[in-house]
């Protein structure tokens, strides 16, 4: 009977194997039509391709339509590999789309061409999210290669669409395929960790953009009198979101910054000229709340700061939501937070620490549904980095912990 110490011989003689599959998947750019891209259509082929002949043949497609792309769909897609109990799925969800290259001129090699050294692969995607998507691959091509089952099942997910909202990919799937996924599966998000591989999200903040348009009057620039500056109420309008980080002032010790931010990020471009008031103004904010809060209690300030700078400076103020997202936590004593806990004891030999993240994940619309979801991997948070690149050692070290969830 194989035994652990079996399987993770064979994960480390194996584990450079990844860097073929990394090569191939970081050749073909998955972008979204957000980041004038044509979608994971090709990338999703070819990974498939490779699953197929490498043994994983157990693969079902849950497809997102969408026009915008050649394709005319996003794809979403499962592979299993069978346990002998039918108890429950331990599931690694990556996702195949990447972000844009950035400043060309920062990378120190073509980005969509892996470069290897010094034990590390580089290019866009390496890290973000395809080490967590072979790491799942590897530790499911322990039992396939070595022809046994683990003990429970293996799920390996490959999604569309993460990085622009996942409208096409995980959202899509809870909206159109909920069943898939069981009440009491151990669910894992490779896509967020640190360099030991110690820390588990089991938290994440509430997500509100703010698109705020003011619109005025435009009027010379020695004429303000002339006109309802939509600059200067947005400026008033930024200070006033900015200061309900004095409204909202619960701490949290889970999250790196305890506290609530209500930053005021993207700006629009306005009027052209120095000598010109501007009668129209956007300005877009980034909030990230303490789930101790509930959206719509955010939503009733701003709402009263709105009236307020309308009314003081005759301006009209149009309020629209690019995201809003509530995350309930996965509980501390929760299967998945205990199991795997034990799991990169035994691997990794280190306690894991719970903590929660400030940025938005695909495990949030999953926990408000009552699925436990974990966010963990071993990696050094390069992601959407020019030069990004991914340890080759740690595609190994948690594949390891995930074969070793799936056997025990």
């Known amino acids: 009977m194989t035994n652990f110490k079996d399987l993770e011989k064979w994960v480390d003689e194996h584990t450079h194997d990844m860097v073929d599959l990394e090569a191939l998947l970081t050749s073909i750019p998955a972008l979204a039509p957000e980041n004038k891209g044509d979608g994971e259509e090709k990338k999703a082929k070819a990974l498939e391709n490779w699953l197929v002949e490498n043994g994983i043949k157990d693969i079902i497609h849950y497809d997102a339509p969408d026009s915008r792309v050649s394709a005319g769909y996003r794809p979403n897609f499962v592979a299993t590999i069978p346990g002998t109990e039918n108890d429950y799925a331990i599931w690694a969800c990556a996702h195949l789309d990447v972000v844009p290259v950035g400043e060309l001129s920062l990378w120190n090699s073509d980005p969509w061409k892996l470069v ?153 471009a306005n009027v052209e000229g120095i000598n010109m008031i501007p009668g129209d103004d956007v300005l877009c904010f980034d909030c990230r709340i303490n789930p101790t809060y509930k959206l719509d209690q955010v939503r009733a300030e701003v709402k009263k700061i709105v009236s307020e700078v309308e009314a003081k400076y005759d301006v009209k103020i149009e309020v629209s939501e690019a995201q809003a997202e509530e995350s309930l936590p996965t509980p501390e004593d929760s299967p998945v937070v205990q199991e795997l806990k ?49 340890v080759i050692a740690n595609i190994g070290a948690d594949a390891k912990t995930l074969v070793y969830m799936a056997m025990n």
């Open 342 to 390: 034990a799991a990169i004891k035994a691997v990794h030999g280190i306690d894991a620490k719970l903590v929660g993240f400030g940025g938005g994940t695909v495990a949030a619309p999953l926990r408000n549904l009552g699925l436990n979801a974990v966010v963990w991997s071993t990696l050094d948070n390069v992601c959407h980095q020019p030069n990004e690149y991914a």
């Open 116 to 268: 290897e050294k010094d034990g590390k692969i580089f290019g866009r995607g390496v890290e973000d999210d395809q080490q967590g998507l072979v790491s799942g691959v590897l530790a499911a091509l322990a039992f396939v290669k070595n022809g046994i089952s683990p003990k429970h099942t293996i799920k390996l997910l490959f999604m569309s669409d993460e990085e622009v909202g996942s409208q096409y990919g995980m959202n899509f799937l809870i909206k159109e395929h909920l069943d898939i996924f069981g009440k009491n599966d151990r669910i894992l998000i490779p896509d967020g960790g640190d360099p030991k591989g110690e820390i588990i999200e089991v938290a994440e903040k509430n997500i509100l953009w703010l698109r705020c348009h003011t619109i005025g009057k435009q009027s010379h620039g020695s004429r303000p009198d002339l006109g309802k500056n939509a600059k200067l109420a947005a400026c008033d309008l930024a200070l006033r979101i900015n200061g309900l980080e004095k409204v909202f002032t619960d701490s949290n010790p889970v999250f790196d910054m305890p506290l609530s931010t209500f930053q005021p990020t993207m700006q629009l």
